[in-house]
Protein backbone atom coordinates (compact mmCIF):
# COMPACT_ATOMS: atom_id res chain seq x y z
CA UNK A 1 0.00 0.00 0.00
CA UNK A 2 1.49 3.52 -1.13
CA UNK A 3 1.88 6.05 1.81
CA UNK A 4 2.81 9.58 1.67
CA UNK A 5 6.35 8.33 2.31
CA UNK A 6 6.03 6.89 -0.75
CA UNK A 7 5.88 9.71 -2.82
CA UNK A 8 8.29 11.78 -4.59
CA UNK A 9 8.61 15.51 -3.05
CA UNK A 10 9.84 18.74 -5.25
CA UNK A 11 13.08 18.60 -5.51
CA UNK A 12 13.94 15.07 -6.44
CA UNK A 13 14.88 15.24 -10.40
CA UNK A 14 12.35 12.09 -11.61
CA UNK A 15 9.90 15.02 -11.19
CA UNK A 16 11.74 17.36 -13.15
CA UNK A 17 12.14 14.41 -16.36
CA UNK A 18 10.51 13.59 -19.21
CA UNK A 19 8.57 10.10 -18.74
CA UNK A 20 9.67 6.95 -20.93
CA UNK A 21 7.02 5.52 -22.99
CA UNK A 22 5.58 2.26 -21.62
CA UNK A 23 6.71 -0.85 -23.62
CA UNK A 24 3.92 -2.40 -24.61
CA UNK A 25 2.06 -5.24 -24.20
CA UNK A 26 2.05 -4.13 -20.80
CA UNK A 27 4.03 -5.43 -18.32
CA UNK A 28 2.91 -7.32 -14.94
CA UNK A 29 4.95 -4.78 -13.00
CA UNK A 30 3.43 -1.54 -14.53
CA UNK A 31 -0.14 -3.32 -14.18
CA UNK A 32 1.06 -3.34 -10.80
CA UNK A 33 2.10 -0.09 -10.27
CA UNK A 34 -1.24 1.19 -11.70
CA UNK A 35 -3.36 -0.56 -9.37
CA UNK A 36 -1.03 0.86 -6.52
CA UNK A 37 -1.31 4.21 -7.88
CA UNK A 38 -5.63 3.76 -8.32
CA UNK A 39 -5.48 2.53 -4.69
CA UNK A 40 -3.59 5.40 -3.14
CA UNK A 41 -6.16 7.75 -4.80
CA UNK A 42 -9.25 5.94 -3.63
CA UNK A 43 -7.66 5.55 0.18
CA UNK A 44 -7.10 8.80 0.29
CA UNK A 45 -10.92 9.52 -0.57
CA UNK A 46 -11.73 7.80 2.52
CA UNK A 47 -12.06 9.80 5.23
CA UNK A 48 -11.04 6.65 7.90
CA UNK A 49 -8.13 5.82 5.71
CA UNK A 50 -6.90 9.54 5.88
CA UNK A 51 -6.66 9.72 9.39
CA UNK A 52 -5.39 6.14 9.78
CA UNK A 53 -2.65 6.48 7.78
CA UNK A 54 -1.98 10.55 7.26
CA UNK A 55 -2.96 10.59 3.34
CA UNK A 56 -3.18 13.88 1.75
CA UNK A 57 -6.50 13.49 -0.42
CA UNK A 58 -5.68 13.17 -3.85
CA UNK A 59 -7.87 12.49 -7.79
CA UNK A 60 -4.70 11.68 -9.58
CA UNK A 61 -1.09 10.07 -9.09
CA UNK A 62 1.65 10.12 -11.57
CA UNK A 63 4.21 7.35 -11.91
CA UNK A 64 7.09 9.70 -11.32
CA UNK A 65 5.31 11.10 -8.41
CA UNK A 66 6.24 7.67 -6.76
CA UNK A 67 9.87 7.21 -8.44
CA UNK A 68 9.24 5.60 -11.34
CA UNK A 69 9.79 8.13 -14.90
CA UNK A 70 6.79 5.86 -17.13
CA UNK A 71 3.75 7.44 -18.86
CA UNK A 72 1.42 6.34 -16.82
CA UNK A 73 -1.26 8.16 -13.95
CA UNK A 74 -4.25 7.08 -12.80
CA UNK A 75 -7.17 9.52 -11.84
CA UNK A 76 -10.44 9.31 -10.21
CA UNK A 77 -12.72 12.02 -9.46
CA UNK A 78 -16.25 13.35 -10.39
CA UNK A 79 -16.95 16.63 -12.57
CA UNK A 80 -17.88 19.63 -11.70
CA UNK A 81 -21.40 18.99 -11.51
CA UNK A 82 -20.96 15.98 -8.69
CA UNK A 83 -23.31 13.38 -11.15
CA UNK A 84 -20.13 11.98 -13.24
CA UNK A 85 -17.12 9.99 -12.53
CA UNK A 86 -14.38 9.44 -14.17
CA UNK A 87 -11.62 6.87 -13.11
CA UNK A 88 -9.09 6.04 -15.64
CA UNK A 89 -5.49 4.41 -15.22
CA UNK A 90 -3.85 5.96 -18.42
CA UNK A 91 -0.99 4.70 -20.15
CA UNK A 92 1.31 6.60 -22.93
CA UNK A 93 -1.16 9.31 -22.98
CA UNK A 94 -1.04 12.20 -25.94
CA UNK A 95 -2.74 15.67 -25.88
CA UNK A 96 -3.56 16.25 -30.00
CA UNK A 97 -5.53 19.19 -29.18
CA UNK A 98 -6.47 21.63 -26.78
CA UNK A 99 -9.23 24.61 -26.94
CA UNK A 100 -7.48 28.56 -26.83
CA UNK A 101 -9.94 29.27 -24.04
CA UNK A 102 -9.05 28.59 -20.62
CA UNK A 103 -10.26 27.66 -17.60
CA UNK A 104 -9.25 27.63 -13.84
CA UNK A 105 -10.10 25.95 -10.30
CA UNK A 106 -11.20 28.88 -8.07
CA UNK A 107 -9.75 27.41 -5.17
CA UNK A 108 -6.26 26.39 -6.87
CA UNK A 109 -4.35 23.62 -7.24
CA UNK A 110 -2.29 20.96 -4.76
CA UNK A 111 -0.01 18.56 -5.30
CA UNK A 112 0.92 15.28 -3.38
CA UNK A 113 4.77 16.23 -4.74
CA UNK A 114 4.61 20.03 -3.89
CA UNK A 115 3.90 21.49 -0.35
CA UNK A 116 0.45 22.17 0.11
CA UNK A 117 1.42 26.11 0.89
CA UNK A 118 2.01 26.58 -2.41
CA UNK A 119 -1.47 25.93 -3.90
CA UNK A 120 -2.24 28.05 -6.63
CA UNK A 121 -4.13 29.46 -9.59
CA UNK A 122 -3.31 27.36 -12.80
CA UNK A 123 -4.85 28.56 -16.38
CA UNK A 124 -5.76 25.39 -18.13
CA UNK A 125 -7.19 24.16 -21.74
CA UNK A 126 -10.64 24.22 -21.22
CA UNK A 127 -11.23 20.99 -23.10
CA UNK A 128 -8.69 18.38 -24.46
CA UNK A 129 -8.43 15.79 -27.05
CA UNK A 130 -5.92 12.87 -25.82
CA UNK A 131 -4.79 9.85 -27.46
CA UNK A 132 -4.30 7.20 -24.43
CA UNK A 133 -4.22 3.38 -23.66
CA UNK A 134 -6.97 2.81 -21.07
CA UNK A 135 -6.56 -0.16 -18.57
CA UNK A 136 -9.15 -1.68 -17.23
CA UNK A 137 -7.65 -2.26 -14.02
CA UNK A 138 -10.30 -5.22 -12.63
CA UNK A 139 -9.65 -7.47 -16.30
CA UNK A 140 -6.25 -5.87 -17.25
CA UNK A 141 -7.58 -5.21 -20.73
CA UNK A 142 -5.87 -2.27 -22.22
CA UNK A 143 -7.16 -0.33 -25.29
CA UNK A 144 -6.38 2.70 -27.88
CA UNK A 145 -8.90 5.20 -26.76
CA UNK A 146 -9.30 8.86 -28.22
CA UNK A 147 -10.85 10.86 -24.89
CA UNK A 148 -12.33 14.51 -25.31
CA UNK A 149 -12.48 15.99 -21.69
CA UNK A 150 -13.57 19.50 -20.64
CA UNK A 151 -13.99 21.28 -17.24
CA UNK A 152 -12.56 19.65 -14.28
CA UNK A 153 -11.65 16.39 -15.45
CA UNK A 154 -10.30 17.84 -18.20
CA UNK A 155 -7.98 20.25 -15.86
CA UNK A 156 -7.31 16.90 -13.64
CA UNK A 157 -6.16 14.61 -16.91
CA UNK A 158 -3.73 17.69 -18.34
CA UNK A 159 -1.85 18.42 -14.21
CA UNK A 160 -0.98 14.72 -14.45
CA UNK A 161 0.08 14.27 -17.78
CA UNK A 162 1.94 17.51 -17.19
CA UNK A 163 4.12 15.15 -14.73
CA UNK A 164 4.90 13.03 -17.43
CA UNK A 165 6.60 15.82 -18.89
CA UNK A 166 8.56 16.89 -15.95
CA UNK A 167 6.36 19.52 -15.52
CA UNK A 168 4.38 20.64 -12.01
CA UNK A 169 1.89 23.15 -11.62
CA UNK A 170 4.08 25.66 -9.82
CA UNK A 171 5.49 26.41 -13.31
CA UNK A 172 2.10 27.63 -14.68
CA UNK A 173 0.93 29.30 -11.89
CA UNK A 174 -0.29 32.80 -11.74
CA UNK A 175 -1.45 35.25 -9.33
CA UNK A 176 -4.64 36.34 -11.42
CA UNK A 177 -6.86 34.61 -13.80
CA UNK A 178 -8.72 38.23 -15.48
CA UNK A 179 -10.21 37.02 -18.47
CA UNK A 180 -10.47 33.63 -18.11
CA UNK A 181 -13.77 31.79 -17.07
CA UNK A 182 -13.32 28.77 -13.96
CA UNK A 183 -14.37 25.80 -13.44
CA UNK A 184 -17.83 26.14 -11.91
CA UNK A 185 -19.05 23.27 -9.12
CA UNK A 186 -22.62 23.05 -8.95
CA UNK A 187 -21.21 20.50 -5.67
CA UNK A 188 -18.91 20.77 -2.86
CA UNK A 189 -15.37 21.22 -5.05
CA UNK A 190 -13.10 18.23 -4.39
CA UNK A 191 -9.14 18.51 -3.65
CA UNK A 192 -7.51 18.94 -6.93
CA UNK A 193 -3.91 17.21 -5.90
Do not use: W
Not at 43 to 49: E, L, P, R, V
Not at 77 to 104: H, R
Not at 159 to 176: A, N, P, T, W
Request: aromatic share 8%; glycine share 6%.
Amino acid sequence: MLLMKDIVQEGNPVLRKRAHEVKLPIADEDFQTLREMMNYILNSQNDSMVEEYGLRPSVGLAAPQIGISKKMFCMHTYDETGENSYSYAVVNPKIISFSEEQTYIPSGEGCLSVDEEKNGLVPRAARIKAKAILVNLETLEAKDVVLKLSGYVGVVFQHEYDHLQGILFIDKKKESMSGIKPVIFTEEEPTAE
